[in-house]
């Protein structure tokens, strides 16, 4: 049979036992993910994606990457998106469109020519399968991306201590990523307080090396641009061992072995400040 030949006979048989096909379809695809989502919901998507297919074997035959499938891959983009976000696995959201190969599977009572068309309309749903595999695994990671972004966000916050001084406590590894963030979170926070003390607490970073040095210079560097004195503490014992023996220089960066240090040292920068400007009054 010719490939038109063979469109035309799924098309018939799809349309002729469309309520029959349809509801095995549903019951195929229910059993799999054991009512996570409501049957009223997963007829609606089923029943959407079945007349879509019809009319693109209708019209395009086979090529399911042409016009005429158009509207079967946006409903198994959307498919493929919300179970993505509703935390199905890549099995269960794959056999809503695999489950619907069994519905026409051969008996023995089935002809040679619509055993032909069964695997032909195998093939076809096996593509579809792999494409919605695609848009799951492409919306996972842009999920997980988000999720990193927000997790990052969460663990550099910038808190104010006194008047005129804000602190950064890390925890954890600083990158470069990292150091972008904490750049823009530590120059905002100066901005909106009015803050010209700023303290860097690295009690939370398990290891500085010169990466990390160079990550933390970059942001001393930025603070200042804006005006504000950085201080760096939670300089721990092994921490300066490590410093000395890398031969890294902080340069003229003040740096204290713990916040409780930092904050005096700039309380005391905040007084002198603030007599100088008073006596220039």
Known sequence: MAEQEISTRLVELLT????????????????????RISVAELDRELRELYSALVDGLRTGGFDWQGDSYAEVRALLGELSRNRARQGFSPTETAVSVLAGKEILEPTTETSAEDIQAYLRLSRLMDALGLYTLEVYAKTREEIISAQSEQLMELSTPVVKLWEG???????????SARTQVVMEKLLQTLVDTGSDQAIIDITGVPAVDTEVAQHLLKTVVAARLMGAECTISGIRPQIAQTIVAL??????????????????????????????AGGAA
Do not use: C, M, Y
């Open 16 to 35: 002729q036992q469309r309520e029959s096909l349809g509801a095995a379809w549903l019951e195929n695809v229910s059993a799999t993910l054991r009512g």
């Open 165 to 175: 001084v804000v602190a950064v406590p890390l925890v954890g590894t600083l990158d």
């Open 247 to 276: 031969g890294i220089q902080f340069g003229d960066i003040v740096t204290k072995a713990t916040l409780a240090d930092a904050l005096k040292h700039a309380l005391r920068r905040n007084s002198v400040d603030l007599g100088r």
